[in-house]
């Protein structure tokens, strides 16, 4: 299948939003998709791990997320864990309390998509509908060559899932805030402490309630409609909005540095679309 064709077929984009995050701007975010696909309908939607209807609904939830919870980074998780209650009930008071609270848990980011599958509207799941899941909660994917877990900024695919936090904590920081942090927490570092420490980095680093996460997200949902449409998210130019930065301040850089937003090729292929719906 070509590209035009693929693209053909996405003919709506659906977000569904992260109430724990007040600093990003949805609306924004739609508002700059439609503007690069004039040709598709984009909806926000409510935080789909809120879409529970009843104490049933939430007790299944609750438990296929103690499920997903990775419990030690340097082990991969087993396909059948039975969680344990304790598990489920912090999961239940958290889903109950709406907020979404990050309390640096990481979930692995396969079988968190799963769960955010299941919870889609039956039908929502075709082809022609793009449906991205924006979560406070850290994602992460077990790398076989060094047989750990790693946090994930996106992962694409049906739904695609960004972890805010993800922008925030799986690109690496600079060594020096590195230091710094290590030297501060010799003596004690407190949680504030930690927001303060990230934005006297601010020049280097995304911190949590960032106000640049708004335009950050931008670019990390083009990657997931992008991946739709090329099967390839991510861009070589390291000055493109689709670059897979590893470091924080190939993110930074990306999303805003340099004379232009997209490569070349993507600008093209973004302007094609603009102007006929084809990519
Ligand atoms: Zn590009």
């Not at 104490?55 to 499920?67: C, E």
């Not at 695919?157 to 805030?177: F, Q």
């Not at 290590?182 to 601010?202: H, I, M, P, T, Y």
Request: hydrophobic residues 40%; proline residues 4%.
């Amino acid at each position: 299948m070509g590209y035009s064709e693929r693209l053909d077929l996405i003919s709506s984009i659906h977000i569904y939003m992260e109430p724990g995050c007040a600093s990003l701007d949805f609306d924004e975010v739609a508002e700059y998709v439609a503007g690069l696909l004039p040709a598709a309908e984009i909806m926000l939607r409510d935080s789909l791990l809120d879409s529970w209807i009843d104490d049933d609904g939430l007790r299944v939830l609750a438990t296929r997320l103690a499920m997903a919870k990775v419990r030690d980074l340097n082990r991969q998780l087993p396909a059948e864990r039975p969680p344990l209650t304790g598990e489920i009930t912090y999961e239940k008071r958290r889903l109950d309390d709406g907020r979404n609270q990050v309390y640096g848990l990481l979930y692995d980011a396969f079988a968190f998509s799963d769960i955010c599958l299941d919870l889609l509207p039956p039908g929502k799941t075709c082809l022609e509908q793009l449906n991205i899941v924006f979560t406070n909660q850290l994602i992460g994917t077990w790398e076989i060559a060094d047989r750990r877990y790693h946090a994930r900024t996106i992962i694409c695919g049906s739904p695609s899932i960004i972890s805010i936090s993800g922008l925030v904590e799986a690109p690496a920081k600079s060594p020096a805030y590195y230091l710094a942090r290590r030297s501060a927490e010799a003596f004690g570092l407190a949680e504030e402490s930690k927001v303060e420490l990230a934005s006297s980095f601010a020049d280097d680093c995304l911190g949590p309630e960032d106000g640049r996460l708004t335009e950050v997200a931008k670019g990390y949902v083009m990657q997931a409609i992008v991946y739709r449409i090329t099967g390839e998210a991510f861009c070589e130019d390291p000055g493109c909005r689709l670059y897979n930065a590893h470091w924080q301040r190939e993110l930074l850089e990306a999303q805003f540095g340099g004379d232009y937003e997209y490569c070349r090729k993507h600008s093209q292929m973004f302007r094609r679309l603009a102007k006929d719906g084809k990519a």
